[in-house]
Nanobody
């Protein structure tokens, strides 16, 4: 499985960006998917996760109410709509596929086995 993340860029505080993550195989719909981010000098942290059907989602407290995760299984693609961006959202954003076919919305990176290459999001204050 290969994951390709894109959509990052430079945006002013308060602005919006939409990230996409395209998967290479049709088994995409069998797995919980997640977004993580890593800022310079910091650990990689959980951002959001979405169930196989897209009917359940989970967010980090820091992005709740501002970010929306979604997926289109017919297109093997996951999205992260980011609104009201803040300087502290600046990071490299990674998409990831969960291990196994369980339904839990994991917040820990150890539960994910395939990762996209990352896309840089920079928010200027």
């Amino acid at each position: 499985v290969q994951l390709q993340a894109c959509g990052g860029g430079l945006v002013e505080a308060g602005g919006s960006l939409r990230l996409s993550c395209a998967a290479s195989r049709r088994i995409f719909s069998n797995y919980v998917m997640g977004w993580f981010r890593q800022a310079p000098g910091k650990e990689r942290e959980f951002v959001a996760a979405i169930s196989r059907s897209g009917g359940s989602t989970s967010y980090a407290d820091s992005v709740k109410g501002r970010f929306t995760i979604s997926r289109d299984n017919a297109k093997n693609t996951m999205y992260l709509q980011m609104n009201s961006l803040k300087a502290e959202d600046t990071a490299v954003y990674y998409c990831a596929k969960s291990k196994g076919d369980g339904g839990s919305l994991y917040h820990t990176s150890l539960w994910y086995d395939y990762w996209g290459q990352g896309t840089q999001v920079t928010v200027s204050s």
